[in-house]
């Protein structure tokens, strides 16, 4: 049964009427568990998201689910001799677009506003995997698991309870533990990748 929701929100209201404050409702800590939960999903890349694009011969561009905050890398077909780039900068990937080059597959790609652009154009049928960071799209509920990895509920409930409180030191602390949760969400994910025969080697952070 989903329940992480409620379980967070339980720790955060005993621990403030530990300390004696008995002023915050349910909902009320749902509303700042919200907020947490898209601050950690924006600036400490919380969300993990996974998936696959089906490339055709002939098109170049291609929709990004909107789920997808940003590709991180690209996880490259068998068969592929080169691992697919990823293009940043909106005009390095100008004076790649505008060349014609032979190749059997493409070797850039740089998505921009929801879309995939991938140089040069496909010359047969593949399927493309990514990693990204993830934007939740659906709202925080009662009865209902957040889409981050368990091991981020703790940094939300020490989260909520540094806004609620205006502890520093839970500032501190969450701060704190949200760097460590997002190392360690990613960094086998890359580890993994580096490993892999067919993959980007730029995926930083």
Not at 72 to 97: C, H, K, Q, V
Not at 105 to 129: F, M, N, R
Not at 172 to 187: F, G, H, I, P, S
Request: proline share 5%; aromatic share 12%; glycine share 8%.
């Amino acid at each position: 049964m989903a329940n992480r929701v409620d379980k967070i929100v339980a720790d955060v209201l005993f621990k403030v009427g530990q300390k004696g404050e008995h002023a915050f409702t349910r909902n009320g800590v749902l509303d700042e568990l919200q907020s947490i939960y898209e601050e950690i999903s924006d600036v400490f890349k919380a969300y993990k998201v996974s998936g696959t694009i089906a490339l055709v011969a002939g098109t170049n561009t291609y929709a990004i689910p909107a789920s997808v905050a940003k590709i991180r890398a690209f996880i490259t077909p068998e068969g592929w001799r080169r691992p697919l780039e990823i293009i940043e900068n909106p005009d390095e990937w100008d004076r790649y677009s505008s060349r014609i080059v032979p190749s059997a597959q493409p070797l850039k790609g740089y998505a921009w506003a929801g879309q995939l652009s991938v140089w040069p154009v496909p010359v047969e049928d593949a399927t493309l995997g990514y990693l990204a960071y993830g934007n939740p799209t659906v709202a925080l509920a009662f009865g209902a698991d957040p889409v981050t990895d368990k091991r981020w509920d703790y940094v939300m409930m020490v989260g909520v309870l540094a806004r609620l409180t205006g502890d520093g030191k839970r500032q501190a602390e969450y701060l704190d533990r949200a760097e460590t949760a997002k190392y360690e969400t990613w960094k086998e994910t890359f580890a993994g990748i580096l490993r892999h025969e067919h993959s980007s080697d730029r995926i930083g952070f």
